[in-house]
């Protein structure tokens, strides 16, 4: 799992830096898994490990499909879930979104725009029940670099609290 950890902070620093994960650390991590997976429970394994990355990533696909998670984060929170057991997944899921949250939250408190932010999200909704139709969270490309966060701390930061035994 050390390198596993490795790779989710080397998919940070790049998160960080450039708001994007290579497809290239997402490969060597779907390769670590499969591999990690056939190690210890055999050939079955593997289809265990691709089966939950794939089902967190379906899971999330519809927030992917309105833009508020990037392709990236999707991959990234998938292919972490496969090195867990099937029935912590979606805790992992729960945690790494709730640790977001926060980060989002002290992001919107630090730049003081709670209150935009608050009014956006409720007028997007009523408007989603309204017509009827999903349309793309925030139309806007630079209003959606300024409002998002990066997903990859709190991947590997909900991954280092079960190593820890936190869940």
Known sequence: MIAVCVLLAVACGYDYRSK??????IILLVLWGVGWRILTEGGRGAFSYLGEAVLIMAVLYPLFKIGTVGAGDV?????????????KIFVFLFVSLLIAAFFSLVKLWKEKYFLERMHYLLSYVAEVVRS??????LENRQERARAGICLS???LLGLLLYLGGAY
């Open 20 to 25: 994007k994960i290579p497809n290239y650390l």
């Open 75 to 87: 991959k990234l929170l998938g292919v972490a879930a496969g090195f867990l057991p099937f029935h």
């Open 132 to 137: 009827g139709n999903w349309r793309l969270y």
């Open 153 to 155: 701390g709190p991947v």
